[in-house]
T-cell receptor, first 111, second 113 residues
Framework: DAKTTQPNSMESNEEEPVHLPCNHS???????IHWYRQLPSQGPEYVIHGLTSNVNNRMASLAIAEDRKSSTLILHRATLRDAAVYYCILPFYNQGGKLIFGQGTELSVKP | EAQVTQNPRYLITVTGKKLTVTCSQNMNHEYMSWYRQDPGLGLRQIYY???????DKGDVPEGYKVSRKEKRNFPLILESPSPNQTSLYFC????????????FGPGTRLTVL
């Protein structure tokens, strides 16, 4: 099975950058990498996705390794509202439609 | 507004009493799925559906049923709930390509006594 691997938890200080890593060594060549986050007591929400090159949006940046076996979600200036569990997810249609969530990284942000 | 709705949001029931959790989306998405979330275990997929009348098992399908008779609805059925199905449940939907993002519902917190 294609899987993603993430650290269980990370800490950051408010207004500092945060780099959240994800390993996906068995990703296939044309699959996108998606990141979601889950705030306390809410359903997961989309953050960003990419294929090969780095991507930016208003929430975050995504850096994808050249061999695509890993990626890093970058929050440029962490805020207290960014405290959440961040999931690196391979897109569906991998293995017949089965979605694969990583373990998720619980990010805590200190004021 | 694009959204996924779930009902009920909270439910306390007893072992063996059949229940249904409804899920509806207004985005004309082909793909829908159900997840359960338990402390320390993250999100685990129960069932998914790639279109009307097409459903398949996820990682933890035991004790659950689903149906997809209409594109917008994807109910989760527990024929005989047991305490180990006490969990937080999320429904999700998306389009049909790997660039489509998933939209998640607000969650249903189920307690089986």
């Amino acid at each position: 099975d294609a899987k993603t691997t993430q650290p269980n938890s990370m800490e950051s200080n408010e207004e500092e950058p945060v780099h959240l890593p994800c390993n996906h060594s068995t990703i296939s060549g044309t699959d996108y990498i998606h990141w979601y986050r889950q705030l306390p007591s809410q359903g997961p929400e989309y953050v960003i996705h990419g294929l090969t090159s780095n991507v930016n949006n208003r929430m975050a940046s995504l850096a994808i390794a050249e061999d695509r076996k890993s990626s890093t979600l970058i929050l440029h200036r962490a805020t207290l509202r960014d405290a959440a569990v961040y999931y690196c997810i391979l897109p569906f249609y991998n293995q017949g439609g089965k979605l694969i969530f990583g373990q998720g990284t619980e990010l805590s942000v200190k004021p | 507004e694009a959204q996924v709705t779930q009902n009920p949001r909270y439910l306390i029931t007893v072992t063996g009493k059949k229940l249904t959790v409804t899920c509806s989306q207004n985005m004309n998405h082909e793909y829908m799925s159900w997840y359960r979330q338990d402390p320390g275990l993250g999100l685990r997929q129960i069932y998914y559906s790639m279109n009307v009348e097409v459903t398949d098992k996820g990682d933890v399908p035991e004790g659950y049923k689903v149906s997809r008779k209409e594109k917008r609805n994807f109910p989760l059925i527990l024929e005989s709930p047991s305490p180990n199905q006490t969990s937080l449940y999320f429904c999700a939907s998306s389009g049909y390509t790997s660039t489509d993002t998933q939209y998640f519902g607000p969650g249903t917190r189920l307690t089986v006594l």
